[in-house]
């Protein structure tokens, strides 16, 4: 395979998605993010939420009825996972692209040429980009990011077996909080 | 403080003082290093090779006799602490500099204005660069590894109560072993 992939992966409300656009758009790569989760629900059958939902965050209640649920076959995520393995090995098959999360660092990391990279930033950088680009919520900001976090890492840890958030997972991880929006896509940029 | 400091973390065998000398040379600031541990010794009264080894790493048997011995009052480790945070503060009020491990950035967290950059790199590339640089020895460079891995983590984790590693605890992580000693020199110039 000798197409070249970068796998971001991001904090919720750290702008890695902004990031993974722009970054593509410089490059001339396509981005897959939202385009992801329609592909999944087509293959699926599920609804577009539903798999925004499932793809990468652990439901609520998810450590405690992991294995219990598990009793009776596969789970919903799991047929999920199966699909999103599937979808992610094609697309990077078939051209260089930027894909955000979705343990796309996790699912080619023998197949492909990647560079992997973490986007986060401090939680009142998150806090406040939440509020501007998704708007007010009943719950506080704060609230969502600390269920989205622990969410996120659990579904991850789940899957990938790998520590959420570590270094050593990475080639490059950037605090977009302090560093920018426009540095990181440079910087990635740059590196690619 | 309006001085600009680079600190560099990382892990042993990764060229991450390679990394520092470079940068700072590229930036024609000074670099701190050996002249660090000079410093110390010289302030402490210890031998530099005694700094060298208690500066950043938790002695054998650390973990199990750290809170005996302090029955005592300070350990020499908790004395050179002190130094070092004196020294390395004094030094950021100076001048703009790269500071390469030794805590700088928790040491100067919230008083100078820093980039703090962790260079990782995987084990094979970590081992083969400790004999290409340091030579060999009597145990094998991995285990070398195992042991310095283990005890920078843990006087990290002593003194800075910190995550060793985490992509959080800095701006930019960069995994030398993929990208090289060169694009990581001029990936820090650059974001600084």
Known sequence: MKNRIITISREFGSGGRTIGKQTAEKLEIPCYDAE???KMA????????????????A???FL???FTTRAFGPTNGDLLWEIQYKIITELAEKSSCVIVGRCADYILRDKADCLNVFIHAN??????R???VYGERDISPEQRLRDKDKRREAYHRFYTGMKWGYAENYHVTLDS????????????????
Chains 1, 2 share one sequence.
Do not use: M
């Open 59 to 61: 439901p609520g209640g």
């Open 64 to 66: 405690t009825n992991a």
């Open 36 to 38: 992801l989760i329609h």
């Open 123 to 128: 939680k009142k950088f998150r806090a406040k």
């Open 177 to 192: 909080g302090v560093l920018g929006i426009e540095k990181c896509v440079n910087l990635i940029t740059q590196l690619y």
């Open 130 to 132: 939440l509020v501007d």
């Open 42 to 57: 087509v293959e699926s059958g599920f609804s577009e939420d539903y798999v925004k939902e499932s793809g990468e965050e």
